[in-house]
Antibody
Framework: EVQLLESGGGLIQPGGSLRLSCAGS????????MSWVRQAPGKGLDWVST????????FYGDSVRGRFTITRDNSENTLYLQMHSLRVEDTAVYYC??????????????WGQGTMVTVSS | ETVLTQSPATLSLSPGERATLSCWAS??????LAWYQQKPGQAPRLLIY???NRASGIPARFSGSGSGTDFTLTISSLEPEDFAIYYC?????????FGGGTKVEIK
């Protein structure tokens, strides 16, 4: 079964740091670009970041560029999101998502269950 | 940056009725648009990719059309499990972007 399992969320104070993890299983991890998408409480979906298959190329949304870093360990089939200088507005459920298609750059075809990050004093 | 605008924000319909959801892109995105369904407390689920291709396991009552800047998701006959929020998303250019969503609610 194709699966993504996120972990690492929690309550953190403004200005703090947190690292999220996403373990993939049931598919060839290196065949897909991987992404993080977040959803603030009661709000819509917000793309955060994408890593290419080999992590040679990374892309970020304007609101997180310079504060968040996406990496992946293909030997462990795991995607990471290192978050620094966290703000109250970063409070959201963070989803890990696989990009599908034959080239691995398609739509988000597999999603994890999400991990909640709450930034509050 | 491509802004996606979904309309309407809320659609009130009865089971068995046809639902038509729209998504407009602020620039030409070819056919690189996807549709997702999200139910409360759940992760989004891919319905349609590249404007008109149904994802694996998606019922035939869901169909997508459009290209360039105008896109449509149609649910031919609403089932009780179809009442949810629907998002469009483009992958044509960076940053990737989602529309604000359309909530399909029971009338």
């Amino acid at each position: 079964e194709v699966q993504l399992l996120e972990s690492g969320g929690g309550l953190i104070q403004p200005g703090g740091s947190l690292r999220l993890s996403c373990a993939g299983s049931g598919f060839t991890f290196t065949s897909h670009a991987m992404s993080w998408v977040r959803q603030a409480p009661g709000k819509g979906l917000d793309w955060v970041s994408t890593s290419s298959h080999s992590s040679g190329n990374t892309f970020y949304g304007d609101s997180v560029r310079g504060r968040f870093t996406i990496t992946r360990d293909n030997s462990e089939n795991t995607l990471y999101l290192q978050m620094h200088s966290l703000r109250v507005e970063d409070t959201a459920v963070y989803y890990c998502a696989r990009r599908g298609g034959t080239d691995g750059w398609g739509a988000f075809d597999v999603w994890g269950q999400g991990t909640m990050v709450t930034v509050s004093s | 940056e491509t802004v996606l605008t979904q309309s309407p924000a809320t659609l009130s319909l009865s089971p068995g009725e046809r639902a038509t959801l729209s998504c407009w892109a602020s620039q030409n995105i070819a056919r690189e648009l996807a549709w997702y369904q999200q139910k409360p407390g759940q992760a989004p689920r891919l319905l349609i990719y590249d404007a008109s291709n149904r994802a694996s396991g998606i019922p035939a009552r869901f169909s997508g059309s459009g290209s360039g800047t105008d896109f449509t998701l149609t649910i031919s006959s609403l089932e009780p499990e179809d009442f949810a929020i629907y998002y469009c998303q483009q992958r044509n250019n960076w940053p990737l972007s989602f529309g604000g969503g359309t909530k399909v609610e029971i009338k």
